[in-house]
């Protein structure tokens, strides 16, 4: 099954192989995609992940239309609702170690969802995003209407999602839905400078940290200062928290060990 799961050091490679069709996710490819999520999930020693699609043209067009939306909305007619989910993390699916995109084409459909639910997003400077799925007479059902007006302005939101209309790189990079846009060259090894640069921090500081952010979006200021409170005292007593003092005290790097 081409949904490749690679680890160097810290870092989980996971690459969607199926080019000629965009990378687009049949049934097979979906379960495989979430199989290889959940591997990192539960992986101690996978500290962040990168997720990238095969080739030059396509991150992801999303979900197969031939073959994955009709087996959807046949469970659907059947009363079963729509399946499972989209992708791996789209829904139902929770981990707090990071997760970067590099986003080496279009990112359409669920492709764009699949990198909505990424933490940070790269781009080459061809992709392309967009939710085109008005113009088939759907909308998306991966998270697109609940993470896109959460990652941009809401009237450019809007946009993109009532006219299914696609946007540059540089478009995405301006209003703040990518994080950086870069040669094609340079795209796997910015995102693992990346990824590189926030495996040198204090792994559960930065999942207490990418929590917080979360969490604290679904609730008020206070339930979200609260949470940050008792996260907060729950670092102060790990090993990384007490290691991290003394290489700031002898001026050394750290050296965390995720306990």
Not at 136 to 146: D, E, K, L, M, S
Not at 167 to 179: M, S
Not at 225 to 246: F, K
Request: glycine share 10%; hydrophobic share 45%; aromatic share 6%.
């Amino acid at each position: 099954m081409p949904i490749h799961y690679e680890q160097q050091g810290r870092t989980a490679r996971i690459t969607i192989d199926r080019p000629e069709a965009m990378n687009a996710l049949d049934p097979d490819h979906n379960d495989a995609l979430t199989v290889a999520f959940a591997r990192f999930r539960d992986d101690d020693d996978a500290w962040i992940a990168i997720v990238t699609g095969a080739g030059d043209r396509a991150f992801s067009a999303g979900a197969d239309l031939k073959a994955l939306i009709p087996a959807r909305a046949e469970s659907v007619r059947a009363g079963k609702g729509i399946g499972t989910t989209f992708a791996g993390i789209t829904r139902g699916f929770t981990s707090w170690k990071p997760i970067i995109a590099a986003v080496n084409g279009y990112a359409v459909g669920g492709g764009l969802e699949l990198a909505l639910a990424c933490d940070l997003r790269v781009a080459a400077e061809h992709a392309r995003f967009g939710l085109p799925e008005v113009k088939w007479g759907i909308i998306p059902g991966a998270g697109g209407t609940q993470r896109l007006p959460r990652a941009v302005p809401l009237a450019k939101a809007m946009e993109l999602l009532l006219t299914g209309e696609l946007i540059d790189a540089q478009e995405a990079l301006r209003i703040g839905l990518v994080n950086r846009v870069v040669p094609l060259a340079d795209l796997l090894p910015t995102a693992q400078a990346l990824a590189d640069q926030i495996l040198q921090r204090g792994p559960l500081a930065v999942r207490a940290a990418k929590r917080a952010a979360l969490e604290g979006l679904e609730g008020t200021l206070d339930e979200g200062l609260a949470l940050e409170t008792r996260l907060s005292e729950e670092l102060l007593l790990t090993e990384d928290s007490a290691e991290g003092m003394r290489a700031f005290a002898e001026k050394r790097p750290a050296r965390f060990q995720a306990r």
